[in-house]
């Protein structure tokens, strides 16, 4: 297959990044190249070291409006992120910010020092109907920022305070920082988390999800979160096929018997920049089957990348697709991983100084 025409001729390879290059801004309508290589007094080489840039937000809590991700509303307290996960989705949120969904948005994370003040704003409000809430629906909201803004903590702590309930998904071991205040939650039927492993494969984890921690260590969080009586899921995605949907059936299976009681899966999907973004990793890193793994996923998209249509852009559609989904259907019976009905609890929701609400 030919190069993509917009992606770098640069061979240097970013260790402990995901992406290897900015691609253009859609949003900007100037963008600043080199086009000769002399002018390095005019040009300054990527600098791969991460910055926190606070940002005072005007609000933190979203309406989801899309039924293929399974939330009504979401919350990030982090825009952009250092896992660095190649296919990431979000990648092109960092466009609306005025940066790249390249190397920016791994390198330039917005903390939003001010989330936990509007989230306990948000839910005061007398209008708020209380249904569940998804942190993060986005980026980590466990990524190395966490460490030292502990924003995501805070924010558990007032939904801890309002008896709101929230969904978490995460592929970071920083969750069990959390793990006491979890188990109060969960005592309530306030809180459910998903645990995403995407492959064993160790070479596969460190080039597709660079500055995250292992396969090993995301078992561990589904077994301890587990045993101390959150509900715990594993979430498989994205499902790519040439890369790491063989594994599936090892993934579910294990995070089984480790304690996790239900799943999700996605079926991977490239939009936007993220486009030039993958095609540019997987090139660089599987030549040997870069070809094959491509047009897989064109296959799984009707001949595209990507789909934009609400009931198949997250699970794709003919041969290949139907082919991963008809091996999750199999595998979720066979470990019952979706054997239950489960719900969080949104009846014990109440404001600060208000009464238990009477049925």
Not at 24 to 40: A, C, G, P, T, Y
Not at 171 to 181: F, H, S, V, Y
Not at 196 to 224: C, G, H, K, N, Y
Request: aromatic fraction near 10%; proline fraction near 4%.
């Amino acid at each position: 297959m030919e190069k993509e025409a917009s992606e770098p001729e640069n061979n240097t390879y970013l260790k402990g990044r995901g992406a290897q290059y900015n691609p253009k801004n859609r949003f900007l309508k100037q963008d600043r190249v080199r086009d000769q290589i002399e002018s390095i007094d005019d040009w300054t080489e990527p600098n791969t070291a991460t910055v926190y840039l606070e940002d005072h937000a005007k609000s933190i809590v979203n309406k989801v409006d899309s039924p293929d991700v399974g939330m009504w509303y979401s919350m990030n307290p982090y825009q952009g992120c250092e896992h660095g996960c190649i296919y990431c989705y979000a990648r092109n949120a960092h466009e609306y910010w005025g940066y790249s969904a390249g190397l920016d948005f791994e390198r330039k994370i917005i903390v939003k020092k001010n989330a936990p003040e509007l989230l306990r704003k948000f839910l005061m409000q007398k209008n708020w109907e209380c249904v569940p809430i998804s942190l993060s629906g986005n980026t980590d909201c466990y990524q190395p920022a966490e460490k030292k803004f502990q924003l995501t903590r805070k924010m558990l702590e007032v939904c801890a305070e309002f008896n709101q309930p929230v969904g978490m998904i995460t592929k970071n071991a920083g969750i069990l920082r959390d793990l006491p205040l979890l188990q109060k939650m969960a005592e309530k039927k306030l809180v459910s988390v998903l645990v995403s492993i995407t492959s064993f494969d160790e070479e596969l984890r460190r080039a597709m999800e660079p500055r995250t921690t292992t396969a090993l260590q995301r078992l561990r969080v589904i077994r301890e979160l587990s045993a101390a009586g959150v509900r715990t899921g594993v979430m498989l995605g994205p499902m790519i096929p040439g890369l790491n949907e063989q594994e599936m059936q090892k993934i579910m299976k294990t995070a089984s018997e480790q304690g996790a009681s239900f799943s999700a899966y996605t079926f991977i999907r490239l939009n936007g920049s993220v486009k030039l973004i993958f095609h540019d990793w997987l090139y660089k890193n599987f030549p040997d089957r870069a070809d094959k793994v491509w047009h897989l996923i064109e296959k799984g998209h009707g001949g595209k990348v990507n789909d934009s249509r609400f009931g198949l852009r997250m699970r794709g559609e003919g041969p290949i697709a139907e082919l991963v989904r008809q091996q999750y259907k199999k595998y979720t019976q066979l470990y019952q991983l979706n054997a239950e009905r489960w719900e969080l609890d949104c009846s014990l929701f109440r404001r600060p100084g208000e009464q238990g609400r009477l049925f």
